[in-house]
């Protein structure tokens, strides 16, 4: 059996310096609270706020990035999300919660975004002088920036999965995080967001023959 790579190489344009980065299979979900709350605080300056909430977007919507990456205003200021996912092209539609709403309402008005702006904006337009939404490896570059002291092991990936944790941690109803998940199983998601593993280390920790 082919071993997966849990890392590929990736070399800076501007720098030219080599990196490793960690694949969507090799990241975990973020287990401790106040290790969410740390990246929380230390994204949430006015030079980092678009990663802050690109960031709590991701830990409470269970969105992949690529869907969270071309979001507008419009798709959330209902209080709801709405949007048609990239991969398996599936509709979605889900409350945004407390949290993530006091996060995005202040985003909003912040960088006075209209309904038809992309949440996650770049300064960089199309041909048609179109604003466009930040590219996955220009998010990808500044979340790392300031996240890997706190969590060196930061992935897109990372985000959902936390997400997908959480829920279940709460629900303790798996079949529910599966369809959040958009999964096809119970068994794929158990693994994707790392209770398989977990499962198995406690029933060994509690066995004591």
């Known amino acids: 059996m082919v071993k997966k790579k849990l890392t590929f190489k990736r070399i800076d344009k501007n720098t030219g310096i080599e990196s490793e980065i960690l694949t969507a299979t090799a990241a975990q979900p973020i287990k401790d609270r106040a290790v969410i709350e ?39 200021k209902s209080g709801y999300v709405h949007t048609a996912e990239t991969k398996t092209g ?17 985003y909003i ?18 041909k048609l002088r179109n604003v466009q939404y930040i590219d996955q ?25 936390t997400c997908g944790y ?12 599966m369809h959040a998940l958009n999964h096809s199983s119970v068994s794929v998601t158990m693994r994707y ?4 593993q977990e499962s198995v280390d406690n029933a060994f920790n509690g066995l004591n023959l």
């Open 109 to 126: 008005r912040e960088f006075k975004l209209q309904d038809d702006d992309y949440l996650f904006f770049t300064n960089r337009k199309d």
């Open 38 to 76: 740390g990246i929380k605080t230390a994204l949430n300056t006015k030079k980092t706020r678009k990663y802050y909430a690109l960031f709590c977007t991701g830990i409470n919507t269970a969105l992949r990035i690529s869907d969270i990456l071309k979001l507008k205003v419009s798709d959330v």
């Open 166 to 177: 959480w829920l279940y941690q709460i629900t303790k109803d798996i079949t529910l995080v």
């Open 137 to 161: 490896s220009q998010a990808y570059r500044k979340l790392k920036e300031v996240v890997e002291g706190l969590y060196p092991d930061i992935h897109f990936s990372t985000l959902r999965k």
């Open 90 to 106: 599936k509709r979605k539609q889900f409350p945004i919660n407390d949290a993530l709403n006091a996060v995005l309402v202040n």
């Open 193 to 196: 967001i790392g209770l398989t």
